[in-house]
């Protein structure tokens, strides 16, 4: 599904950008330089910037167009779900949430790491950028379409 997703923002971002010569700094949308013949052209984004290929294009896109999944977040959520909101330790009551994460932090993120890549793994959410950001894979298929 990633790759058909893949490429659908690949489509997308060609559409969206124009051919351009960067040696001879002009717009060439037939993809071949009207001045130099060049087929070796970078992607001009309007408003916007010039760059090779159409991952910076994507990214962009995805940036202005679609939210972010905030995973730290969403993790929490889904620890609420199974954990009471508080914790009674002798006779102090805890956020559950913070308790956890000032306690054992080296934990969190490891718990965290794991949901991430289990939410990864089950298809929930996608990345572009090598996981430096996420988005719910249903949210960029609905784009796509």
């Known amino acids: 599904m990633k790759n058909e997703i893949q490429q659908k ?4 971002a060609l559409s969206r950008s ?12 037939t993809g071949c330089c009207s001045s130099c013949g060049s087929d070796d052209l970078m992607r001009l984004l309007p408003g916007v910037g010039c760059e090779w290929g159409t991952d910076w294009v994507i990214r962009h896109i995805l940036e202005t167009e679609l939210d972010a999944v905030d995973l730290e977040e969403a993790f929490e959520e889904s620890i609420r779900e199974f954990y009471p ?9 805890f956020d559950t949430i913070t308790l956890m994460k000032e306690n054992d932090p080296v934990g969190w993120r490891c718990a965290l790491a794991d949901h991430i890549s289990n939410e990864e793994s089950d298809g929930t959410i996608i990345s572009f950028d090598n996981g ?7 949210d960029i298929a609905d784009f796509v379409q």
């Open 9 to 12: 923002l690949e489509q997308i």
């Open 85 to 93: 909101e508080e914790t009674t330790v002798g006779w102090m009551t």
């Open 132 to 138: 430096a950001t996420y988005y719910r894979t249903e």
């Open 18 to 29: 124009i051919p351009f010569c960067y040696g001879c700094y002009k717009e060439a949308p």
